[in-house]
């Protein structure tokens, strides 16, 4: 008797510990205070454990947001993600581990976001203090209401650059700029229409620019200098756009040509075994249902690698004024907008899956369409997005943009008529008042997810800041 109470003195603590090591934590936090846009992506941290061995997947949800998930190694994961919300509400923030939801500690608060208006703006600085940042956020945003953040230590930047376009101002001085890659920062930040700003307290006329590839420019606020690289972008801002589907309100979706040779050709090589199993009385009813149910299982392997979605795209170039395709004409200061957008047509109802590339946004028609398409971004351990995921049904349609911006235009000859499909998306989105439509050309759309093309629609030329607009 005293052996068991004895053993059990020992063994309960460590059942005890054991049980409580099985318990996955998880902790999530907002880098940026919860500050965000709607529309536009943020930064999520999160911090998880459980005593699962193996590969796990880590998933975070919340009302009115795009689901995020990445793969969790050996029982732990220490990500910082893009998160989207496309509304100022967003419901209760929930985590799961391989479809477990994980409780959230009592110690932890809630995930508060808070949503800014239109007139505000979000700085976000790694060097100076706030009073610094929010003056030099007024000077360059005609005295709007700003809003400083400090970027975390050890957080600032982290994961894909992308988490960070819900900023509209980004402050760095020149060695944390060297440090995170100069040219992927211009690259990656500008085109989202984040604001970037190198504090230096040499900079001045007579110092070169941090890059001189791109149109800085050089600004004093108060007894501090910066270099600051300011883009504003023209096109959809990331929230609902009904306008963008009007593209495609005519558009019917068939059946991609080579979807139906493959279908064919399975069904021309099974109906020549049937046959010759027919021919080979009586054994050939074995042959029969043999290769019946191998029929079966390699028409269910193909349909699952063959969903069937259809697409259709096109790429929209806003030269700056004075730009030109022409790589011998010396550019004026500015940087060219390439918006490529993708069409996505559901034959049936699918799971489909698109790549990311770049600074890739699903544009939704409405709130309800967002909720219908139960979108998930996927993305690596460390952070990094590579995959969308979407629900869609028979006749629904699906825009993606991936939007990127440079110092130079490609070496492009714009002509005339007019004849692509993206024309009237351009007239009623892109156009501003001094603009035209310089023409279009053909070019395979770069954001096209690895459907089969149904059409590749030329691409259009727009040229900014000319004497009238396009059609007057």
Request: charged share 15%.
């Amino acid at each position: 008797m005293k052996h068991w109470v004895v053993a059990i003195t020992f063994l309960l603590p460590l059942f005890c510990l054991s049980g409580a090591r099985a318990n996955p934590e998880a902790e999530v936090t907002l880098p940026l205070r919860g500050f965000f846009h709607p529309g536009r992506y943020m930064p999520l941290h999160v911090v998880a454990t459980t005593s699962q061995s193996g590969e796990q997947q880590l998933r975070v949800d919340a009302g009115g947001s795009m689901s995020v998930v990445c793969p969790m190694n050996n029982g732990s994961a220490d990500v910082l993600m893009p998160w989207i919300c496309y509304s100022d509400q967003m419901g209760a923030v929930s985590v799961t581990i391989d479809g477990v939801e994980v409780p959230r500690p009592t110690t932890m608060p809630p995930v508060e976001v808070r949503a800014l208006t239109a007139e505000q703006r979000l700085v976000g600085y790694a060097t100076g203090d706030a009073q610094e940042a929010v003056a030099l956020g007024r000077a360059l945003s005609a005295d709007r209401e700003c809003i400083a953040c400090p970027l975390p230590p050890g957080q600032a930047l982290a994961g894909s650059p992308a988490a960070w376009e819900t900023l509209d101002l980004l402050i760095l001085d020149r060695a944390a700029a060297m440090m995170q890659s100069l040219p992927s920062l211009t690259q990656s930040l500008v085109p989202m229409g984040v604001a970037l700003a190198i504090r230096d307290s040499q900079a001045g006329e007579g110092n070169a620019s941090p890059d001189p590839q791109w149109p800085w420019r050089h600004i004093t606020v108060g007894e501090v200098g910066y270099w600051v690289l300011l883009y504003t972008a023209v096109g959809p801002d990331g929230t609902y756009s009904p306008d963008v589907y009007r593209v495609v309100d005519h558009w019917q979706p068939r059946w991609p040509t080579s979807y139906r040779r493959q279908a064919l050709l399975i069904a021309v090589v099974y109906s020549l075994c049937l046959l010759g199993g027919l021919l080979l009385r009586p054994r050939g009813i074995v042959w029969i249902v043999v290769l019946t149910s191998v029929a079966i299982g390699v028409a269910e392997l193909w349909r699952r690698t063959h969903w069937p979605v259809t697409a259709r795209g096109g790429d929209v170039l806003l030269m700056p004024a004075g730009a030109s395709s022409n790589p011998d004409i010396a550019q004026t200061p500015g940087l060219v907008q390439i918006d490529s957008w993708s069409f996505h047509a559901a034959l049936a109802t699918s799971f489909i899956d698109c790549r990311w590339a770049g600074l890739t946004k699903p544009i939704f028609y409405s709130e309800q369409q967002m909720s219908r398409f139960s979108p998930i971004l996927y993305c690596a351990q460390d952070g990094q997005p590579h995959t969308f995921h979407f629900t869609m049904t028979p006749g629904e349609k699906l825009a993606l943009l991936m939007r990127s911006a440079g110092p130079r235009p490609p070496n492009v000859t714009p002509s005339v008529p007019v004849t692509s499909a993206l024309e009237p998306l351009v007239r009623m989105i892109y156009l501003r008042e001094g603009d035209e439509i310089a023409g279009q050309f053909q070019a395979n759309p770069s954001a096209t997810m690895g459907w089969e093309e149904e059409e590749l629609w030329p691409a259009m030329v727009v040229q900014r800041g000319a004497t009238k607009p396009s059609g007057e």
